[in-house]
């Protein structure tokens, strides 16, 4: 059997953020989902690329050295 089905409340918990955003997620189609009747459902595997997808890199030491330079 497939992982389980996490419901917008679930998905909220885990991205740490409101339902309403959530919701808002898949309003806008930027997060895959599934219906099931009237119920939204989404796999965890999603959830996981979202945050991989909107995980932003540190930039390093870049103006540290800027500042030696002028």
Same mark, same amino acid.
């Given at each position: 059997?497939?992982?389980?089905?996490?419901? #917008?409340?679930?998905? $909220? *918990?885990?991205?740490?953020?409101?339902?309403?955003?959530? %919701?808002?997620?898949?309003? *806008? %189609?930027?997060? *895959?989902?599934?219906? #099931?009747?009237?119920?939204? %459902?989404?796999?965890?595997? #999603?959830?996981?690329?979202?945050?991989?997808?909107?995980?932003?890199?540190?930039?390093?030491? %870049?103006?540290?050295?800027?500042?030696?330079? $002028?």
């Amino acid at each position: 059997m497939p992982d389980p089905l996490l419901d #917008v409340n679930q998905v $909220a *918990e885990l991205l740490g953020t409101t339902t309403r955003f959530t %919701r808002r997620l898949v309003a *806008e %189609r930027r997060i *895959e989902f599934i219906k #099931v009747g009237r119920h939204v %459902r989404i796999r965890p595997a #999603v959830v996981a690329d979202y945050l991989a997808t909107n995980t932003v890199q540190p930039i390093g030491a %870049r103006r540290s050295t800027l500042r030696k330079g $002028a």
